[in-house]
């Protein structure tokens, strides 16, 4: 048994909004495999859940009308990497919530309980933030929509106002069209392991294929929630296809971060780490844009 | 607050039921406690090894991280469902007791799950696939070699290449 208060299940969409105005106390329960595990440790013990999980409607991968592509929140992890849309258009993504946990948390872990933990380890989180996803948020206002990187307010917290649940990610389509990404979670497992840092990279390349039109690189565990590294994107756009703008590239990227200390690594650690993965992750997403890196 | 109760509905290994449950209950503690299906473990109950895992509409999840009255509608498939008609064993079960697979035995259920998961697909996995498949369980006897084996002979039994099932 659960140390679960009360449980009210959502029949919609509204019904969910209805009652969280109705329980300001109620939080929500998508998977509830961060939740539920939380309960067991005592931490989340007597609340009141809404259970969002029988809502289908927010289950799925689709294009909006403008090309988006649109992720329900409810969506799993195992649905998202089999998706024939995240296949041809964002394989990153898939390839990168394949690397959560295992099997089983795979199929009923959901990419919004991934992102509204507000963690920064989530491996779905710097694919996401790399490609410029846009969070739906619905509340008893209606809807509105934000960048991922203004949903993040500090570590553990995301911009959901009382009422109000994330209903989908969308990935607009100037941010997918001819990018081509690859992510790299470096743990100390392969499997059931929390990232020590992740890191997703993407690039976009001249039709010759000898100029990175643009490049765009986020981290996660690199500070206190998931990050665009900006700085690092800035010194090489616009430049060509070459070893060394790879490694001017990789050596930016400490001006970008600030990771910390702690039990899985230190700091400086992690510094190393995060300048590996990002030559690896450019030099793969080069690779995967028909691009080719010379040495 | 007052307990708060549910009726849910569901398939539980081919067949129709339903049970007032309690709203805090895990599907674990309704497959234990409320229908005696003991084949699914109390483990760790926090996501981490597999002991366990049930199959529900067709994909493996951890019971003991899934809310019981989230199964209303659902088909439930636990180990208990793999026994034949007659009550005899199925051949992924054979295939643990043949390659040795289980010593205490207490997280084969499990594991048993995952593989009919595995061989549900019905298509050949790599060696390495089967590894990332079945690494959602822990076994703290076996040293997983034993598993792996019964897992590859009987997907490939399955596909009708026996032969190569001898490792
Ligand atoms: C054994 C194990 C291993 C794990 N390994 C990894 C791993 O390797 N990488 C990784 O990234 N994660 C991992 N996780 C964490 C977890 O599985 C993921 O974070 C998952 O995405 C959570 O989704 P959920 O739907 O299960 O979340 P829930 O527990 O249901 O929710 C998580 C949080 O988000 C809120 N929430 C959920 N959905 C919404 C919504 N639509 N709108 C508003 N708020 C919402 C909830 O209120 C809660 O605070 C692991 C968990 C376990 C148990
Ligand atoms: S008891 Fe469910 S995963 Fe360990
Ligand atoms: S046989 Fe004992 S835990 Fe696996």
Partial sequence: MYDIKALYEAESVEHAVALLVEHPEAQIIAGGSDILVKMREGKCAGKELVSIYGLDEMRGVSFEADGAIRIGSLTSFSHITGDPIIQEHIRVLGEAVDMVGGPQIRNIGTIGGNTCNGVTSADSASTLFAWDAVVEITGPEGVRRIPIQDFYIRAGVVDLKPGELQTAILIPKKAYEGYQGHYMKYAMRNAMDIATTGCSVNVKLSEDKKVMEDVRIAYGVAGPVPMRASGTEAAVKGRTVSGENVKTFAGAVLEDIRPRDSFRASKEFRQHIAVVLAERALRESIRLAGGEVDE | ?167
């Fill in chain 2, 1 to 167: 607050m007052s307990r708060q109760y549910k009726l849910v509905s569901c398939t539980i290994n081919g067949k129709q039921v339903e049970k007032m449950v309690d709203v805090r209950a895990s599907l674990t503690d309704m497959l234990r406690d409320d229908y005696r299906l003991t084949s699914v473990k109390r483990g760790c109950e926090v996501g981490e090894c597999g002991a366990c895992n049930v199959i529900i509409d067709g994909e493996c999840f951890n019971s003991c991280i899934y809310l019981a009255v989230w199964a209303q509608g659902k088909e439930i498939l636990t180990l208990e469902g793999l026994a034949g008609p007659d009550g005899g064993i199925s051949d992924i079960q054979q295939a643990f007791i043949d390659e040795a697979a289980v010593q205490c035995g207490f997280c084969t259920p499990g594991f048993i799950m995952s593989a009919a998961a595995i061989l549900e697909a019905k298509r050949e996995f790599t060696d390495d696939e089967i590894r990332k498949r079945m690494s959602g369980n822990l076994c703290r006897c076996t040293g997983y070699e034993n598993i792996f084996r019964a897992v590859k002979k009987t997907m490939l039994q399955r596909l009708g290449k026996e032969k190569e099932g001898i490792l």
